[in-house]
């Protein structure tokens, strides 16, 4: 019989707010984390507004600022949403043998150091003629290598295992917007199958540096609506031109259920189905046919024993893009068939915009509340409705409704389609 795996422990540092209790109640209110972009200077840019993690700082987890002076931000906020999850569970002193308990993130690269980068380039051109012998030499001189270390995506998972002495699987994947959704769902199989008891898992990411933006800005996909920032973000409205760049971590401890009921430890809901597709289309398109996130969702229903009728919500990938809303409607469409008009679909990237590789985890958490208080969140800033976006999105304003069942979409660039489905733990 497979073994079932429950959420026992929460956290998380976003735009909205520096805990999940916070998180929630902002998304409730139907608040906004974004604002312009203070990370750097953006003024020459096409976009300048991001969703920012504001007013905190490592410190504001217990932990000394000069340990990790030379971590990336990514890694600080991994460091602080695991710390609150791991005191939310209650779980280390329940885990005696440590080969048992592992780690598995969605994780970006982080520490990008421009300045230097800039410095490089500088020494390598002349007259308009780039010297890579002069750009490798600047390196040598100029490059801190414990920060060039800390790029690497798989940083934040070897912190954390170091820290909470998690000595089994450690693993991270970068599966680009679906990644820590990727990640909890593969966390869930390595507990299901009986390779470990407790798994950390979840994402971080923060692109909000000039290469990030400058990137997603030459692939057209960010909002360019800089004159009302807490309004850029409006996912199936008409007149949406983009996704706004968010940051932050979201962390869950992940736990075989008969050793957390054993335990006594609160339980927020079970990790009930995982589905995972790949597109195999284009790398930053998504198929018009919807035919991957269709089959994430379809799979990941499935897996939980479901039908598409018994679920209750979802919370969309629902990026603010044209194509991306389109096409998630049409996927819904597909699945629920006759029940989809009823089934209520919202975006909380309205409000705290697209954190990436730590989207996924965070969406899920959202599920997770939306469950236990019997709320749905909105999107906000729907205003113009557009005929091919014609389903119940929740619109601004946070409605009460039952959740037993949700599903919560992650869809990545490369044609990654990942869906969880969570269900409300009701004691069996």
Known sequence: MRRRVVITGIGMINPMGHDAQTVWGGLKEGKSGVAR??????????????????????????EQAEQWASRGRHTKFAVGAAKQAIADSGVMDAIKDPVRFGIYLGSGEGNQDFATFSRMMAAALK????????FIAAGLKLLNPEKELEQEPNMPAAHLATMFGAQGPNLNCLTACAASSQAVGEATE??????????????????????????????????????????????????????VLGEGSAMVVLEELEAAKARGATIYGEVAGYGTTADAYRITDIPPDGHGGIAAMRMAIKDAGL???QINYVNAHGTSTTVNDKVET?????????????????STKSMMGHLIAAAGVTEMIVCLMAMRDSVLPPTINYENPDPLCDLDYV???????P??????????FGGQNVTLCLSRFEGQ
């Open 37 to 62: 972009t203070t990370l750097f200077d953006a003024t020459g840019f096409p976009t300048k507004i991001s969703a920012e993690v504001k007013n905190w700082d490592i410190t504001d987890c217990g």
């Open 403 to 412: 959740i037993k069942y949700a599903l919560n979409n992650s869809f990545g």
């Open 190 to 243: 390595i507990i299901r199958r009986g390779d470990a008891d407790v798994m950390l898992s979840g994402g971080t990411h923060s692109m909000i540096h000039p290469f990030g933006v400058t990137g997603f800005n030459l692939l057209t996909a960010l909002s360019e609506s800089n004159d009302e920032p807490t309004k850029a973000s409006r996912p199936f409205d008409r007149l949406r031109d983009g996704f």
């Open 330 to 346: 049409l996927a819904c469409k597909e699945v629920f068939g006759e029940n989809a008009a009823k089934t209520p679909v919202s």
């Open 307 to 309: 039908t598409p009728s």
């Open 395 to 401: 619109p601004n304003v946070a409605r009460e409704a």
């Open 127 to 134: 007259d308009g003629d780039y010297d890579a012998s002069k």
